[in-house]
């Protein structure tokens, strides 16, 4: 059944045909509004769409597309807007959005309660130890604060929270023996149970503290490929080891792996922390039973597939040659100059520039929160990073493209789709770093293939991929 709309504004411009519509009190979550529009722009004809909830923010991100927005939509009313190349097209792409927002819940029984209205609520419904938050960042302290005095332990997905709101929660857990995962916690596993962007690893004894989601991912995959398991993964927020927020989490975090009897060792992975904090962390953990080993990059050098190699060895792993798969014949002539990276992954990206060297290449961060505002990670919805790099690979400003495909539940379910066509066309040589495992649902093998078969590098350990890299980008 179509949602209520309000009467819609339909304008002829430059050539093009536009649909504005608002369609009042017409929930749906983020991801899957942002699904959506990714869908329509994929439809023949269609130039633009967004689909979503009616906030100050997506208001300013419509016009920044060109529409025109609509006056008086409340942040609860639902945002349909489409550019197309006819009236045609227009009209196939809304009557598709019915069927691409169409929830099919299943009827509630006769006498049954009503649904669950707060998170506090719902938690006194069931034995639950742990909420995942996954709102708008500004209302991310409402929801953390009612988890926390119900005694469950936040993980908060969402980002652009405000720091003084994450200091305020992460006191508040610590007072009650409780953990705050978050805030822009990408990333957890916890009794096998993967949590946000997880990957599909194998029981066993380490445990992860990760202030990184995709560090902790890298790491991870790495051990389940040697075939050493995992016991949790504590996400804990990139913020968590700032000077601000001082490892709050991160020392409930070690304690709880410390008490874990399935925990023989801890490793401890972030992007460069403060000093003073890392100082901190390194001395609560010499104060544990359980050893731990630290990935903290920019300290000393090493980087997280040497941090997973020291960690098989800590618990007698055999390490084993990395997984790489060698580009078809196709082959770019040699040039010096500079690797442009475009990175999904946070500590992705801070792992290759510190591997290739400030200068004079360039890293980006496309899953920062600065060009996630009003749109999905860069993991769910890659359009952002796909314009980017179609127009990187045509530059003659760069002698070698760098990119990672980060795999696991939440994420893109076939990236090399995308990917195939951009890497077969590239005029520079592409290189893969692809972050998963075998057990993964998009299955890591057979996205490594397709993206080699089309002419890209394509490596296991983000490491290697920026190597091998900067070995191209210096005309080897």
């Known amino acids: 059944m179509s949602e209520p709309t309000r009467p819609s504004r339909r304008l002829d411009t430059l050539?093009?045909?536009?649909?504005?519509?608002?369609?009042?009190?017409?929930?749906?979550?983020?991801?899957?509004?942002?699904?959506?529009?990714?869908?329509?722009?994929?439809?023949?004809?269609?130039?633009?769409?967004?689909?979503?909830?009616?906030?100050?923010?997506?208001?300013?991100?419509?016009?920044?597309?060109?529409?025109?927005?609509?006056?008086?939509?409340?942040?609860?009313?639902?945002?349909?807007?489409?550019?197309?190349?006819?009236?045609?097209?227009?009209?196939?792409?809304?009557a598709a959005v019915d069927e691409l927002l169409a929830t099919r819940a299943a009827p509630r029984a006769f006498g049954a309660p009503p649904p669950a209205r707060t998170t506090g609520?719902?938690?006194?419904?069931?034995?639950?130890?742990?909420?995942?938050?996954?709102?708008p960042g500004p209302y991310v302290f409402a929801e953390a604060m009612d988890a926390l005095e119900t005694g469950l332990n936040p993980m908060i997905f969402s980002d652009n929270v405000p720091v003084e709101h994450e200091l305020a929660l992460k006191e508040t857990a610590a007072r009650r023996g409780l953990l705050v995962m978050g805030p822009d916690c990408g990333t957890a596993v916890i009794g096998g149970v993967g949590l946000g962007f997880a990957n599909v690893v194998r029981p066993g004894p380490i445990g992860l503290v990760a202030a990184s989601g995709t560090g902790a991912q890298q790491v991870m995959s790495?051990?389940?490929?040697?075939?050493?398991g995992i016991s949790h993964v504590l996400g804990v927020g990139g913020r968590d080891l700032s000077a601000e927020i001082s490892g709050r989490s991160a020392l409930q975090a070690l304690r709880a792996l410390d008490a874990d009897p399935a925990t023989d060792l801890i490793v401890v992975v972030s992007k460069p922390p403060a000093p003073e904090v890392g100082d901190l962390i390194r001395a609560a953990a010499r104060r544990l039973a359980t050893p731990v080993r630290f990935g903290l990059l920019g300290e000393g050098g090493a980087d997280l597939t040497a941090v997973a190699e020291d960690a098989l060895k800590a618990v007698g792993a055999p390490v084993p040659s990395w997984p790489s798969w060698?580009?078809?014949?196709?082959?770019?002539?040699?040039?010096?100059?500079?690797?442009?990276?475009?990175?999904?992954?946070?500590?992705?990206?801070?792992?290759?520039?510190?591997?290739?060297?400030?200068?004079?290449?360039?890293m980006t961060d496309l899953g920062d929160d600065r060009y996630?505002?009003?749109?999905?990670?860069?993991?769910?919805?890659?359009?952002?990073?796909l314009e980017?790099?179609?127009?990187?690979?045509?530059?003659?400003?760069?002698?070698?493209?760098?990119?990672?495909?980060v795999l696991g539940h939440g994420a893109d379910?076939?990236?090399?789709?995308?990917?195939?066509?951009?890497?077969?066309?590239?005029?520079?040589?592409?290189?893969?770093?692809?972050?998963?495992?075998?057990?993964?649902?998009?299955?890591?093998?057979?996205?490594?293939?397709?993206?080699?078969?089309?002419?890209?590098?394509?490596?296991?350990?983000?490491?290697?991929?920026?190597r091998h890299a900067v070995t191209l980008a210096e005309g080897s």
């Open 15 to 94: 050539g093009t045909k536009e649909l504005v519509e608002v369609r009042p009190g017409a929930y749906h979550d983020s991801v899957t509004l942002m699904r959506a529009g990714r869908r329509l722009t994929e439809r023949p004809g269609v130039s633009a769409a967004l689909t979503a909830m009616a906030t100050t923010l997506n208001v300013d991100l419509l016009a920044e597309m060109g529409f025109t927005p609509p006056r008086g939509a409340r942040p609860d009313d639902l945002l349909v807007a489409i550019r197309a190349d006819d009236e045609a097209a227009l009209e196939a792409a809304r």
């Open 121 to 135: 609520s719902a938690a006194r419904r069931i034995d639950a130890t742990v909420a995942l938050i996954s709102v």
């Open 222 to 228: 790495l051990l389940d490929e040697a075939g050493a």
């Open 326 to 362: 060698t580009p078809a014949a196709r082959a770019h002539a040699p040039r010096r100059g500079r690797i442009r990276g475009l990175f999904a992954g946070g500590t992705l990206c801070a792992e290759a520039s510190i591997v290739a060297g400030a200068t004079p290449h360039e």
């Open 372 to 385: 996630t505002r009003g749109r999905a990670h860069p993991m769910i919805d890659p359009t952002l990073r």
């Open 388 to 405: 980017r790099l179609a127009a990187e690979t045509a530059s003659d400003a760069n002698a070698v493209v760098l990119i990672d495909v």
């Open 413 to 466: 379910p076939d990236p090399a789709a995308a990917l195939v066509p951009l890497v077969r066309d590239a005029r520079v040589p592409v290189v893969v770093s692809l972050c998963g495992t075998s057990g993964d649902p998009q299955g890591r093998d057979r996205q490594a293939r397709a993206l080699a078969d089309a002419g890209a590098a394509v490596f296991a350990s983000n490491a290697a991929a920026t």
